[in-house]
């Protein structure tokens, strides 16, 4: 009960927090004086409504339409909540168009029409035509989404798609052809069963059937039973599949059948049911939250099973963000009247394709995998591929060229392609992909400061999404004081107290250790003793013990007592003189390093290019290729002062020990983020043509505060502060950290302790078993 009560006050505060909803609208073109008003309004807005008129196809250059869809919804099918009306429905419809923006760079207005008559609700959208240049309907129930779907696409002039249906059918066919071939089938020889025959499952026979699959070849079952030729409840969609003998149950239709394709209802399918199937059997389960049949009984029962479902913590997500959002993206960019048949096939054959393609190493890392290879557990791309807009997207524009839809002709493909890959950066993908990652293999994570409210809320979103699991320290009774105030569930957290006679011993054997770490650098060993009762100190010393992977500390305290324990117990990996601090700053350009922030105020040239090193490392880790500028107050040379030869001196030091590194300086931040400007000025800096997506620091002020002033004026979101150069992670959090912030360095620290800590199972050295222990 507690963790749906959390869950439901997360999902509200998330929604009613600062401004409501989760969309804006944000002017593209400067408005601050009153020359910019007089272009964008009236006197000089006269000048391009006079140049649409005289052509219409104008309106595609002077307004957003080409790059404006609409989500358009009544709320009669929402989600799994069903008919709940098109205000209940709003926050579904915002956030399909954040998933249009963050996959395509496409904006959204939602619409939501209080209208069940479909044809009212047709002429309602048909009349919204000039505003968008495109539009997705969403949640409408069946079988008026046929109607209203087909009559658009009939009256309208811009492409229209239900992704209920289409986005489901376009993702599983692709998942299917590569099944098949898999399982050395054919499509047109194949046996079908389906559970579900609403828009979805019928959106999926069809284009099944332009696969090759054959009518005949399928069995239908709702809920109401097998479909067959004797029931008079089935629309004209439904009958040409109505194949099933009266009474037939869907456990005798899985008999010998090939295919089993689920889009209804949870734990409807059992075990025996699957080993009925053909040799080489084919499972979508894609029911959410809870598929047909799990994976694990799938596989179970069948070792020559291929097994999807529409989950994200198992192989073969049958996912509709693999679709719409590059389908869209190719018909805005060539102007598409429809969304065509042509089209959604080429979104197939791009998606399967894709698949067979080597996976870069990027997805590698974001999903904790040596090696993500086209087999059984690998035949439909991750979510979080960034080949996915330019090869989808590409696919659909082609295909709306080719069969006579495109309205705008594309004369270079090549320069297409790489503006789609341009187009959104990587600010998108990263904290996507460090969730991603740290889920696949989640660590034992201390949170020192555990009778903070917002840990606790914090470390329960990391248990329930699996990113870890989380070693709260403090005193048991008032954290589960607070957390029963909160509706917070504790269920699967470790609480430790130092101060308890619990710990007692523990705390003697941490003092002893930790005396024999710092007894020449100042301390008695009642001292030591005394330490191991703090909270950092003992978390700290729970990590360097291999009784925890890592930390998050610092919410309460000041930064230099918060990571002073860390270097004193954990100290720095080999190699490795000192440690420093970055942020990752969320920017619309993408993802932004800033270094050193935190730690060293005035580093040496050494320490400078040491600074850039770990950086270079970090940024590495988190999936980004660094491109590196190293700032000061002047460019290239043009002071002789010792500050900015200092950094001269630093970079000429980075290179000496990684050539490869794409890193210069000096040079002003102006110039580093202008790339224009960069090459007008200096094109021989080896930065002309590279987007910079770190920036160095000569000093702990300047960066300090550079960092604070975006933060406050920038509208960006930050993660941070990353500590760089512990030989184990421990990471500390900023004063006033939102529950989102502690959850994004959580998978921060639990990603980096992937990769510097031996594999084991939670408890075999800590975790439960460090309290069983004692």
């Known amino acids: 009960m507690a963790k749906n009560d959390l869950r439901k006050e997360l999902a509200l505060d998330y929604h009613a927090k600062g401004r409501p909803g989760k969309i804006e609208v944000i002017p593209t073109k400067k408005a601050k004086t009153q020359r910019d008003l007089s272009l964008a309004y009236s006197p000089g807005v006269a000048e391009p409504c006079l140049e649409i008129a005289k052509n219409i196809e104008n309106v595609y250059k002077y307004t957003a339409k080409g790059n404006l869809v609409g989500v358009i919804s009544n709320g009669s099918a929402v989600l799994g909540l069903g008919n709940i009306g098109p205000e209940a429905g709003k926050p579904v419809m915002e956030g399909k168009g954040v998933l249009f923006k963050i996959f395509a760079d496409i904006d959204v207005f939602d619409i939501e029409i209080n209208e069940k008559d479909p044809k009212k609700f047709v002429e309602i959208v048909k009349a919204l035509e000039p505003t968008f240049g495109g539009i997705n309907l969403e949640d409408i129930k069946a079988p008026e989404c046929f109607y209203i779907e087909e009559e658009l696409k009939k009256q309208m002039n811009i492409p229209v798609m239900h992704d209920d249906q289409h986005g489901t059918a376009i993702i599983s066919a692709a998942a299917l052809i590569n099944a098949l071939e898999i399982q050395k089938k054919k499509i047109d020889k194949v046996r079908f069963v389906i559970s579900g025959a609403g828009a979805a499952a019928m959106a999926c026979i069809r284009l099944y059937q332009e696969l090759g699959a054959k009518p005949a070849n399928f069995l239908l079952f709702d809920k109401e039973g097998a479909l067959h030729k004797e029931r008079t409840d089935l629309d004209p969609t439904q009958l040409p599949f109505a194949n099933a003998p009266k009474g037939m149950t869907l456990g005798e239709g899985m008999k010998g059948a090939d295919v089993f394709l689920g889009l209804s209802a949870g734990n409807i399918v059992n075990g025996d049911m699957i080993k009925s199937m053909a040799k080489n059997p084919i499972v979508f389960a894609m029911a959410n939250p809870d598929p047909e049949i799990s994976w694990e009984d799938a596989t179970r029962a069948r070792k020559d099973i291929i097994m999807a479902t529409g989950r994200s913590d198992y192989p073969n997500q049958v996912n509709n963000v693999l679709g719409f959002p590059y389908i869209f993206r190719g018909a805005l960019d060539v102007r598409a009247g429809v969304i065509n048949t042509a089209m959604k096939l080429a979104a197939v054959k791009a998606l399967a394709s894709l698949a067979k393609m080597p996976v870069p190493d990027a997805v590698n890392r974001a999903y904790n995998q040596e090696v993500i290879a086209f087999g059984p557990e690998y035949i439909i791309p991750k979510p979080f591929d960034p080949r996915l807009l330019p090869v989808v997207a590409l696919a659909v524009a082609k295909a709306a060229e080719e069969s006579g839809v495109a309205r705008h002709h594309i004369e270079n493909w090549d320069q297409y392609a790489l503006m789609l890959e341009r187009r959104l950066g990587m600010g998108n993908h990263v904290l996507r992909s460090l969730g991603a990652k740290a889920r ?292 500390l959090l900023q004063l006033g950290s939102t529950v989102s912030g502690i959850v994004n360095m959580a998978m921060i620290a639990v990603t980096e302790a992937q990769l510097k800590s031996k594999e084991q199972e939670p408890g075999t050295k800590g975790g439960k078993g460090f309290l069983r222990k004692k």
């Open 440 to 731: 696949q293999n989640p660590k034992r994570i201390i949170f020192a400061e555990g009778e903070n409210v917002k840990i606790l809320k914090a470390a329960q979103i990391v248990l329930e999404e699996g990113i870890g699991f989380p070693i709260l320290i403090g005193d048991g009774k008032e954290i589960t004081k607070i957390a029963t105030e909160n509706n917070i569930d504790l269920s699967g957290m470790m609480i430790v107290d130092p101060r308890s006679e619990e710990m007692a011993e523990r705390c003697r054997e941490y003092g002893e250790i930790f005396f024999r770490m710092r007894a020449r650098k100042g301390y008695t060993k009642d001292e030591a003793y005394k330490l191991m009762k703090e909270r950092n100190h003992f978390g700290c010393m729970m990590v360097e013990q291999g009784h925890a992977d890592c930390m998050l500390a610092g919410l309460t305290k000041k930064y230099d007592e918060a990571i002073r324990p860390a270097l004193q117990i954990i100290g720095t990996a080999p190699g490795v003189n000192r440690v420093a601090g970055m942020y990752l700053v969320m920017t619309k350009k993408g993802p932004l390093f800033l270094a050193d922030t935190t730690v060293n105020f005035n580093p040496t040239a050494e320490e400078l290019a040491e600074i850039v090193l770990l950086t270079a490392r970090e940024v590495a880790a988190l999936n980004v290729v660094p491109k590196i500028a190293m700032l000061s107050y002047a460019n290239f040379g043009s002071s002789n002062s010792p500050e900015a030869k200092l950094v001269a001196r630093a970079r000429a030091l980075v290179k000496e020990k990684m050539p490869d590194l794409v890193v210069d300086g000096e040079m002003q931040a102006n110039v580093a983020l202008n790339n224009r400007l960069l090459k007008e000025m200096y094109p021989f800096s080896e930065l002309v043509g590279h987007e910079v997506n770190t920036l160095i620091f000569p000093n702990l002020a300047s960066g300090n505060i550079a960092y604070n002033i975006l933060l406050e004026i920038g509208s960006t979101d930050a993660v941070g502060p990353i500590v760089m150069g512990l030989k184990k992670p421990v990471h």
